[in-house]
């Protein structure tokens, strides 16, 4: 008789404890599903942003691009006219150089590089 009061004692202790433990339980599952549901609005939020940046960056990488394209033709341009002008450059160098008088008529360490 005294094990079934004891039994009757314990009995709602563990209903208790059980009812408890599922409340817990479920108040959790609730608060990591709300925290999930946030996360997931953050990174669609942070996913569209991030595509916003690239395509912006990808445009800028376009137009950048095409100012290379446009300096490039502008350098090959300058480069052909260096070329064509080396020989005139290098004729009136020798001219000059002829011009000059001649190394035992200059004050010593005045002298042309032979």
């Not at 108040?27 to 997931?40: G, I, L, T």
């Not at 939020?45 to 446009?70: D, W």
């Not at 260096?82 to 190394?103: F, G, H, K, S």
């Amino acid at each position: 008789m005294e094990s079934w009061i004891s039994l009757l004692i314990q009995v709602p202790l563990v209903g208790i404890f059980v009812w408890f433990t599922l409340q817990i339980t479920r108040n959790f599952q609730a608060s990591q599903e709300k925290r999930d549901q946030e996360w997931r609005e953050f990174l669609v939020e942070q996913r569209q942003a991030n595509n916003l940046a690239l395509a912006r960056l990808a445009e800028e990488i376009k137009t950048i691009t095409h100012e290379l394209a446009g300096m490039k033709e502008v350098i090959v341009v300058h480069d052909q006219r260096v070329i064509a002008a080396i020989p005139v450059m290098q004729r009136t160098l020798d001219e000059m150089n002829a011009a000059r008088l001649p190394a035992a008529r200059l004050p010593k360490g005045r002298r042309p590089a032979e």
